[in-house]
């Protein structure tokens, strides 16, 4: 049997937007180092993602050191956003939290507003060890994450993903497969397990990194959204929700919380405990 390996690794340095695929990551209390310490706010507070604004996808957030972001999008200049000064703090509303975070200067505003069409604010999580605790019914005490839909990091496996587009393919939108993983939008992709093995994870190891099963992941509107184009379908979400409904959720992978800090590396060998 084939052994598992880590595939890919994926960091996004502003919620929603395109990121990176380095060939190695950090790993921190509260996820992948970089990753969705950066978001974008509308006017109310509430943070903005591919559900509302699906052209956030067609924008790409690279890492700059000392935890800057280099923004690029098509029609649009590169614009290079450093973290801004300790200050004041603005209230961000993401679901059910409420969390502080310090805005950027208003060249970047500008710029995420023009590209938008909207608009918006960007904002950083300056301290990602205390500003947002996991959900306490799926917590240990301490635990933490950034701007992350609610775990620190999500993991998927090829596998599985083969199997969905398998699905898809004998189903009633055949043209709008095969999905590629970057619709799913995962920090860590996992190669040679079998279909659907994640269902019965409960702790994953990989390299030397061990990581705890939290939930899996329920899928939403973002899903639908083609990330070269930013166009919407109905895949995944009407396969998802015929064959991989659970407790009222359509899900899809893993959500994975630190149980030690490292480094993870591609083709590090993944252990998983069911």
């Known amino acids: 049997m084939t052994e598992a390996r880590l595939l890919s690794i994926h960091v996004h340095p502003v919620k929603a937007a395109r990121g990176v695929a380095p060939r190695e990551a950090v790993v921190e209390p509260w996820g992948l180092a970089g990753d969705r310490r950066w978001a974008l706010i509308d006017d109310g507070g509430r943070v903005v ?50 969390v502080e975070a310090v805005p950027a200067g208003a060249a970047a505003h500008t710029w995420c507003s023009t590209h938008l069409g909207a608009d918006v604010r960007l904002v950083h999580m300056d301290d990602p060890a205390g500003r947002r605790p996991l959900a306490p019914e799926y917590a240990l005490p301490g635990e933490t994450v950034s701007f992350a839909d609610g775990f620190p990091l999500l993991v998927t496996t090829t596998a599985s993903l083969e199997a969905l587009n398998a699905l898809i393919a004998g189903g009633d939108h055949p043209q709008e497969g095969p999905l590629p993983m970057n619709r799913f939008r995962p920090n860590v992709v996992v ?84």
């Open 49 to 98: 993602t591919q559900r509302r604004h699906p052209r956030l996808a067609l924008a790409a957030a690279e890492p700059l050191p000392g935890g800057g972001v280099r923004l690029s999008a098509p029609g649009l200049p590169s614009l290079d956003v450093a973290v801004p000064e300790p200050g004041e703090t603005v209230p961000v509303e993401l679901f059910s939290d409420k």
């Open 191 to 274: 190669s040679g397990t079998e279909p659907w093995a994640e269902d019965e994870w409960t702790r994953l190891t990989i390299g030397a990194v061990p990581f705890r099963v939290a939930k899996p992941c329920g899928r939403c509107l973002v899903t639908t959204t083609d990330q070269g184009t930013a166009a919407r379908g109905a895949e995944p979400l009407r396969t998802l929700g015929r064959h991989r409904r659970r407790d009222g959720k359509l899900v899809f992978g893993q959500n994975l919380v630190p149980l030690a800090c490292g480094t993870i590396r591609i083709g590090d060998p993944v252990e998983a405990v069911g």
